[in-house]
């Protein structure tokens, strides 16, 4: 043990030998700081805009301004969610007549088309397309209560394709294109 102990010592002296640097490493490292491109004056006003956006500044609030900062957060999240369940995916009311919606893509040299959407929740086999007499176009219809559906196919079981007959929907959450059909009146 004490020999493991003096080879650390001896290890430990060396390494507190002060090390020699060269003089003229500051002047080559300041060099090449000074030749290297400068940025541009508009460049410098985005930087200090952004070194001023990023400095911490004490924020106080009263209690009643808390109290309505919440209650305008609550009422935000109330409306949007009000909102998103009245008009996106909204499944059939009962006892309202169901439309009969044809849906229509061209994919040439596919093997299979699905209808993928809001109202078969997104199953890649619950709605198989056909193809209309082998020439790429591919058709199914579906019984769709009043609502906003997003929808769209999928080729081949891997590529994701809007309809572009259709309106775009808002991306999903996985960054694929979708499209959006209304039945009826909202």
Do not use: C
Request: hydrophobic letters at 45%; charged letters at 20%.
């Amino acid at each position: 043990m004490a020999e493991h102990e003096d080879i650390i010592q001896r290890a430990a002296e060396v390494l507190k030998e002060p090390v020699r640097i060269d003089p003229a490493l500051d002047k080559r490292v300041m060099a090449a700081i000074e030749t290297s491109r400068a940025p541009r004056a508009g460049t410098q006003r985005v930087w200090a805009a952004v070194d001023w956006l990023r400095r911490g500044r004490p924020v106080t609030v009263s209690p009643l301004g808390g109290l309505a900062l919440a209650a305008g957060l609550a009422a935000v999240l109330l409306v949007g969610r009000w909102w998103l369940a009245g008009t996106v995916g909204q499944a059939p009311v009962e006892g309202a007549q169901a439309a009969v919606m044809q849906f229509v893509v061209v994919a040439p040299g596919a093997a299979t088309v699905s209808l993928v959407g809001d109202f078969n929740d997104w199953s890649t086999s619950a709605t198989p397309m056909q193809v209309v007499e082998g020439n790429g176009i591919w058709s199914v219809t579906v019984p769709l209560g009043p609502g906003r559906y997003r929808y769209a196919f999928l080729v081949d079981g891997s590529t994701w394709l809007s309809d572009p007959s259709a309106p775009r929907a808002l991306e999903d959450d996985f960054g694929r294109p979708n499209s959006v059909v209304t039945v009826g009146g909202l």
